[in-house]
Structure formats: structure tokens, C-alpha cells
């Protein structure tokens, strides 16, 4: 009678034992699917993360890059244009004639040039402010509107001309706050960026 008992309490203790086995076998799938299936999810957030991320990058070197361009180019004919006006005047010297004062001025087709380039500046500059950061979107606003500025007193001029001394204290005082806002501009691109951009290969300022 207790050998059938013992028997019984094995067997028992047996079929226990399969079931308490396969439960954690049981447990131990589930367990290691769902780590599979969260390492899975987290791989695809991090490649999303990563792909965002240069995507994001990209879009704001083209910015910055599209920025710079119209200012170099803005830089470029403001340049080229006072070169002109001082070879117009310095041949009126030479003459004995009495400059006009409007050749000492850029002419109107290269004050429109200039506006076309200053233009181009504000449209870049607006899709800084999309793609960012805040630092880069103030940045670029201060240097359009440097460039802005200049162009809207040479436009002036042309209409109201005027031959005041303080006119080329003012022009010298434009260009400085354009290199100083041309050089924060650089540095806050390279530090968002992250590596050194070449944005820098082109006109330095314009004088």
C-alpha cells in the first residue's frame, strides 16, 4: 500500500514538474520574443533617429550654403559697383570736370543687381528659420538686414543724392557690421553642423 502510494505521490510530483517545465519554457519564449521584438523597435527608431539626423543636416548645409551665396554675390557687386564709381570719378578729376555726383554712386542697374542679391539672401534666410536652429535663424536675419541696409541707402542716393562726408564714414561702418555678422554667421554653422563647412572659400567681405 505505500509502495502504491509512493507511486502515486511520484507520479504526481512527476506530472508537476512537466507542467512547472513547460510554463517556464513557455515563459522564456514569450520573454525572449518580446526582448527581440523591443531590440527590433528600438533598431528602427535609431536608424529613423539616424536618417532624420542627416536628412536634417543636409537641408541645413543647402541653407546655409544658398545663404552664403547670395551674400557673396551681394558682396560681390556692392564691390565691383564702388570700384566703378571711383574710376568714374577719378577720369572726371583727370579730365578737369567737375564730377556729377551720381558717378559716384553705383549705377542703377547695379543698385537693382544688388537688390536681386539681397532678395535671395531673405529667401534663404527664411528657410533657415524653418530648418534651424534659432541661433543660425538670427544669424542669418542679422546679416540680411546688414546687406539690406546698404542697399537701401545706395538706392536712396540715386534718387536724392547727396555728397555729405559722413556718406563714406557710414558706407565703412556697413561693411565692418557685415564681416562681423559674416564671421558669427560662420562659426554658428560650423558649430550646428558639427564639422567645419566649406562655406568660407568665397569672398571674405566686400571694401
Not at 6 to 20: D, H, P, Q, R, W
Request: charged share 25%.
Amino acid at each position: 500500500m505505500d509502495q502504491e502510494i509512493a507511486a502515486i505521490v511520484t507520479g504526481a510530483f512527476g506530472l508537476v514538474g512537466v507542467a512547472i517545465g513547460g510554463a517556464a519554457a513557455a515563459w522564456g519564449a514569450r520573454t525572449g520574443a518580446e526582448r527581440t521584438a523591443r531590440a527590433t523597435h528600438q533598431q528602427v527608431r535609431d536608424q529613423a533617429d539616424a536618417e532624420h539626423a542627416h536628412w536634417l543636416r543636409q537641408q541645413r548645409l543647402e541653407a546655409y550654403e544658398g545663404f552664403m551665396r547670395g551674400y557673396d554675390g551681394f558682396a560681390r557687386v556692392a564691390s565691383e559697383s564702388l570700384r566703378a564709381a571711383e574710376e568714374r570719378r577719378s577720369r572726371s578729376d583727370q579730365s578737369g570736370r567737375e564730377a556729377h555726383l551720381s558717378e559716384s554712386l553705383p549705377s542703377a542697374s547695379e543698385v537693382d543687381a544688388m537688390g536681386a542679391q539681397v532678395r535671395a539672401m531673405e529667401e534663404h534666410a527664411a528657410r533657415i528659420s524653418v530648418v534651424g536652429p534659432s541661433s543660425m535663424d538670427e544669424c542669418a536675419a542679422q546679416l540680411a538686414r546688414a546687406a539690406g541696409l546698404e542697399h537701401q541707402r545706395y538706392a536712396g542716393l540715386r534718387e536724392r543724392p547727396s555728397n555729405e562726408p559722413h556718406q563714406q564714414d557710414m558706407a565703412l561702418d556697413e561693411i565692418q557690421a557685415q564681416t562681423e555678422h559674416r564671421k558669427r554667421f560662420l562659426a554658428a554653422a560650423r558649430l550646428t553642423l558639427g564639422a567645419p563647412p566649406n562655406l568660407g572659400t568665397r569672398n571674405q567681405a566686400h571694401g
